[in-house]
């Protein structure tokens, strides 16, 4: 028994599954709203969180001896598949954040890497088929690793980062290569591109292979590229941010878990998943770590969508257009 | 005769005139797309460029005996009545600026205040009915000079900037005590409420006086809050920005042109309002100063809000909801 919200998409039907290959980390987050240590988070915790409201997920990662599991029950009863989730003897991967008054600049104040140095994906035989496919923010060539093993999803989206934009970028241009979908950050965005214009960074990522190029805004919202051209939406005015860390994860885990639920990848079905990844992502900021995610109900996510729609409708009313 | 768009909003009514008071600068911009001297600009005529496509404006400002007003000439020709703008002897009102790559951020390279250092508004006899007014960027003092010489208006909007936030903060919430509409950008939201959220920003603001707030965000958009809450539109994906000078003010320009032209402040006028400056604002961007907007159509803006239309919408298709 699973408390994941039924699946309206097609009358009923499961929703396919979804792969996550990511970190799982212990965070140690400063925000002008408080001091937390031990945070459950890493990029599969978080995009799992906001995924399994939409469909059942598959993660891939890896935790020491130190991690505290039971954190994780709540993804359980939303139906994850916590069987690719190795535990190694060490520590966890852990990661310090610290966040200015304006929550938009972060300083990294330590990074751990413990188990999660040596860490090699290996793909579960019942995760290969999903349809569904997220590879975090994790080395190109384990995202790579993770791309050879796994069969033709329909859709198979990454994140990345500037690290291994600036570290390995020909083992990055490989991954983007071969993916359907990439999210990444605007300030990302440009660096991969070498563009200072955003419009025309997508253009640029886009020519490099991925049919659907989504870039975060944080608070400003998302664009997304695909055949049928641009989708813009603003950002939801959040009043009280308490920590946004992961909510470019939760941002990811919406998107996909949109798809996957509804199960298409066309055009206004990745502009409503562009919605549902900013709806998620904003629930992500108003709790440390994943604690909105674990107690968020779908119908508390169809609620804020549907916010987004009339926060943003002008077309009634004002002088009549032919 | 003039060139200026027919009213279509209530069955070809003309649209009542908009007063704008502000500076009148030549500039020296330089721009990752290079560099011009003496460029006709400042608010009142980056203003009234856009607000002259909507409706017929009054321009009130100064300049020296070395502006070259031929090059207001499409004003003229677009109904905007220049007996405001006071020539004196002496130079004008000079401003430099130099954007880097990113065209976000930009440095003051000089201020030559010119005979704009004595500039103390005179609102002739034919102008203190207009039913919409703009007060630019200007000192408090003189906003509120010009407050107290206007008659009433259906709409009377500022804008202001850091230096007057900082300097003559009683002054200033003095003006926007008696306002109805203000437009700052987010960076002074922030600065003149003290909130680094802002969404809080613009609550502060709104419970100071103007009943309706509109922060602009340059390419990020721009967000209203009014009585029914509030109305976010992204900035529109501008390809190739030359010069953002007066984008701002263009904003303000196509924001009360609407307004004007179709003789209404309801929610929804606001709404689209608030789109026709941001399609305003992005075509400033298109050329130095106000060059894109001498040769600007209506049928040009028009297609540009529809534009917005079709990059923000994203009701149709996908799971469908109750």
């Given at each position: 028994m699973t408390d994941r919200a039924p699946v309206d998409g097609d009358g009923g039907t499961p929703a396919a599954p979804i792969l996550v290959v990511g970190s799982v980390a212990l965070d140690e987050i400063s925000t002008p709203a408080g001091h937390r240590e031990g945070v459950v988070g890493g990029t599969a915790v978080n995009f799992s969180a906001a995924a399994s409201l939409f469909a059942p997920v598959q993660l891939v990662g890896v935790i020491g001896?130190?991690?505290?599991?039971?954190?994780?029950d709540f993804l359980l009863r939303r139906?994850?598949?916590?069987?690719?989730l190795e535990r190694r003897p060490g520590r966890s991967f852990r990661w310090g954040g610290f966040y200015r008054r304006d929550m938009n600049t972060r300083d990294t104040t330590f990074t751990e890497l413990g188990v999660f140095a040596d860490f090699h994906p290996t793909i579960p035989d019942a995760f290969r088929s999903a349809p569904w496919a997220f590879l975090g923010a994790i080395d190109p060539t384990l995202q790579l690793e993770v791309l050879d093993q796994i069969e033709s999803p329909v859709l198979a989206a990454c994140d990345t980062m500037n690290y291994w934009i600036e570290g390995t970028p020909e083992r990055l241009a490989d991954v983007i290569a071969r993916i359907d979908l990439i999210t990444l950050n605007d300030e990302e965005a440009k660096q991969l591109s070498g563009e200072y214009n955003l419009a025309r960074a997508a253009r640029w990522i886009r020519s490099r292979g991925p049919r659907h190029v989504v870039i975060k805004k944080g608070e400003h919202g998302a664009v997304l590229l695909t055949g049928d051209g641009f989708f813009l939406t603003p950002g939801f005015?959040?009043?009280?941010?308490?920590d946004p860390t992961g909510a470019g994860d939760a941002f990811a885990g919406g998107l996909l878990g949109h798809l996957a639920r509804c199960g298409s990848i066309t055009g206004p079905a990745l502009r409503r998943a562009v919605v549902y990844g900013c709806a998620l992502g904003s629930f992500a900021?108003?709790?440390?770590?994943a604690r909105r995610m674990a107690t968020l109900t779908m119908a508390e996510v169809e609620d804020r969508v549907r916010s987004f729609g009339v926060l943003t409708r002008f077309d009634e009313g004002g002088v009549t257009e032919t």
């Open positions: 001896d130190d991690y505290p599991t039971d954190e994780l139906g994850a598949d916590l069987s690719g005015p959040l009043e009280n941010v308490v900021c108003e709790a440390f770590g």
